[in-house]
Structures are given as structure tokens and as C-alpha cells.
């Protein structure tokens, strides 16, 4: 059965560019309106990687207007942490980041080992299926974590 359906999510792995935007896209697609959800990074050093483009278009969601930003930048633009209900962290250092700058506030911070997929495989193909391994990863959390999709 799905945990408390929060009001609003932040995702974050190391750059912003792989796992936490494709977790950001598929929480979209699958929950809509229903939750606002947001992604970042610890370092924002990347532009969106255009495998997490290809394997998540597969599927219908678009990531190619995605803008990397980590949690400086979104401090700096005035995007407060305490307003998430919960974050999920997809790295270790990620989890290392959201539990250091929320240690004084009343969030839930949760770790979901998705693998990172960057590097590996030596084709076009053997790069794209470890991203799709990536993209179920985060799939199968997703459902398991909050349920069905919400009907459109």
C-alpha cells in the first residue's frame, strides 16, 4: 500500500542532469496536479544528459526544456526547502546534502538507491539500456512509493 501522498516532492541526485530530473518528469506524468515536484542537484556542473532525453521520451515524458540547478541556486532564487513536504534523494551525496540543510526543519528526507548510469556501457545501445534501467528504477519506486497513476 502507498505511504502519506505528500503535497509537494524535491528530488535530488549529484548534477541534476540524470536520475532527479527523469524522477521529476515521471512524478508529473503519473500524479499531475496532484503534487508539486521539483528537481536539483548538489553541484550544478551539467546540462540535462541527452540519454535521460532519449530513454524518458520513450515513455512520454519530456526532459529536454529541463534546466539543471542545485541547491545553492534554488536557496539563491528564493525556493525554500522547508515548503517541500518531502525530499528524495537519489544519490548518496544528495542524501548527505538534503539532510544537512534540513536538519533544523521538519522534513522527511527518504533514499531511493537509483543507479547512475552515466559511464556505463561501451555502445549507443549498451548506454541507453543502463539508462533505461535507471528509468525503471525510478518507475518502480514511484508506483511503489505513491500508488496507481492519477487519472487525467
Not at 43 to 56: C, K, L, P, Q, T
Amino acid at each position: 500500500m502507498a505511504a502519506h501522498f505528500p503535497s509537494s516532492v524535491l528530488f535530488c541526485c549529484d548534477h541534476n542532469s540524470v536520475r532527479s530530473p527523469m524522477a521529476e518528469g515521471f512524478m508529473k506524468k503519473f500524479y499531475g496536479q496532484r503534487v508539486y515536484v521539483q528537481s536539483a542537484g548538489v553541484r550544478n556542473d551539467r546540462e540535462i544528459d541527452g540519454f535521460s532525453i532519449a530513454v524518458s521520451a520513450e515513455d512520454g515524458v519530456e526532459l529536454s526544456r529541463h534546466r539543471t540547478r542545485s541547491f545553492e541556486e534554488m536557496i539563491d532564487w528564493g525556493d525554500d526547502l522547508s515548503g517541500f513536504d518531502l525530499i528524495i534523494a537519489l544519490s548518496p551525496a544528495s542524501q548527505r546534502q538534503a539532510l544537512e540543510l534540513t536538519r533544523y526543519a521538519h522534513i522527511e528526507v527518504e533514499y531511493w538507491p537509483i543507479m547512475d548510469p552515466s559511464g556505463l556501457g561501451e555502445s549507443r545501445m549498451a548506454k541507453l539500456d543502463a539508462y533505461r534501467q535507471a528509468r525503471e528504477q525510478i518507475k518502480e519506486r514511484l508506483l511503489a512509493r505513491f500508488g496507481p497513476p492519477t487519472e487525467s
